[in-house]
């Protein structure tokens, strides 16, 4: 990938707007013929140059039409994508480990990756900077990055399996503040920049208001039996989705009032074809909310994804196998792109592995009727 033509961000240059019928036609109903429920893939495309290894985060740009992927051959690769949906390497990140994450400043001028190498680091492409700089340390894995906004300037949070949390001010080397969460961790995400959620190990989900990011604003051990794969905050602010290994997702509301409106479902099962008694359960790896719409997504070890209305508690559409499973999704900046990564995600061990297996990243044109929530029904 070249790091040429990298200059991305600033109103001065726009990649064209990806719209509806970039990826082949007119809008129209997503859904399989005869079966309502049931998404149609034959318009999704493949990114160009994908990763060489397994793919653990994909992020879009808050600004522009391009995204980043972070994957364990331990780069960090960002897209253009255009009016057709065809994309163009712009970038790449180096590190000396694996990538477990990556995220954009919120004002889509630098990109972030989280390292194994213990290390978070920064590409600043506003500036044409092709050479990364470390940006923040841990004694562990670094496994998550998050960016918000303080006082104007980006600031960096970053997780890792050191169990701490760390904010970072880009012009000081050492942390403006940290935390402990209660075991390592797996998955964080911010909403605007006020909340911050993290999921460790044991099933620990810690809020934080950034407001006062010293401390834990609640901490309660996850609704789901199993351990958690990811964490995923309300469009609205108002609460997070979690999912878990055990084929299952929880919607949890943060503010006490509301903890009537907490449910779980079932997703990513299938029925086994030598016992019809018998369901085979598949980790929910991804889950990305619509930043228009406020449904959500699911992502799984089974191939699959789906999309849901939370607030109807309502499966809005359900896809065919993608040919393995998906570790990575992320809606575009206006909800018009839903990418998905496939690729292996480790959940039958080294054994389940193979030279075949695909690392691919597919771009979804989100259709007008996918992702719209059900019409909410009148009194009568």
């Given amino acids: 990938m070249s790091n040429r033509s990298l200059l991305i961000p600033s109103a001065k240059r726009r990649a064209p707007t990806a719209d509806m019928s970039l990826f082949g036609g007119q809008q129209q109903s997503s859904a399989a013929p005869g079966n309502p429920t049931q998404g149609d893939l034959s318009k999704d495309i493949p990114v160009a140059s994908p990763p060489d290894d397994s793919i653990s985060g994909i992020s879009f740009s808050p600004t522009s039409e391009h995204f980043a992927a972070s994957s364990w051959d ?5 897209w253009e994508v255009d009016g057709s949906g065809q994309t163009q390497g712009r970038a790449m990140m180096e590190f000396e480990g ?3 994450d990556c995220c954009w400043s919120k004002d889509g001028g630098k990109v972030f990756g989280a390292g194994a190498d213990k290390s978070a680091r920064m590409l600043d492409i506003a500036s044409g900077s092709t050479q990364p700089q470390q940006v923040a340390a841990h004694d562990q894995p670094v496994r998550c990055v998050e960016s918000i906004t303080v006082n104007g300037s980006p600031m960096l949070i970053t997780g890792g399996w050191d169990k701490m949390v760390k904010y970072w001010d880009l012009r000081q080397q050492q942390p403006a503040a940290s935390i402990e ?3 390592r961790i797996y998955s964080m995400d911010v909403r605007g920049n006020e909340m911050l959620v993290v999921g460790t190990a044991e099933r620990w989900i810690q809020v934080i208001d ?5 401390t834990f604003y609640k901490a ?4 789901l039996k199993f351990q958690t794969r990811v964490v995923s905050t309300f469009t609205d602010g108002t609460g997070y989705a979690v999912g878990s290994i055990e084929g299952r997702c929880a919607i949890q509301y943060v503010d006490d009032k509301d903890q009537a409106n907490n449910f779980s479902f079932k997703c990513h099962r299938q029925q086994s074809t030598a016992d019809r008694n018998t369901s085979n359960v598949f980790s929910v790896n991804a889950i990305s909310f619509h930043p228009q719409h406020g449904t959500f997504s699911t992502a799984g070890a089974d191939g699959t994804f789906h999309f849901w209305d939370k607030d109807a508690k309502h499966r809005l559409k359900g896809y065919p196998e993608v040919g393995g499973s998906i570790s990575a ?11 998905y990564a496939v690729s292996y995600d480790w959940s039958k061990g ?5 030279q075949q297996y695909p690392n691919k990243i597919m771009l979804h044109p989100v259709q007008a009727d996918e992702c719209k929530p059900r019409p909410k029904a009148g009194k009568r």
């Avoid at 950034?210 to 010293?214: D, E, F, T, V």
């Avoid at 999704?329 to 990418?339: E, L, P």
């Fill in 220 to 223: 309660i051990q996850s609704p």
């Fill in 181 to 183: 969460c209660k075991e």
């Fill in 98 to 100: 694996p990538v477990l």
């Fill in 74 to 78: 331990k780069k960090v690769r960002i």
């Fill in 329 to 339: 999704t992320d809606f575009s900046r206006n909800g018009n792109i839903f990418a």
């Fill in 350 to 354: 080294y054994s389940g592995n193979s």
């Fill in 210 to 214: 950034l407001k006062n990011p010293g």
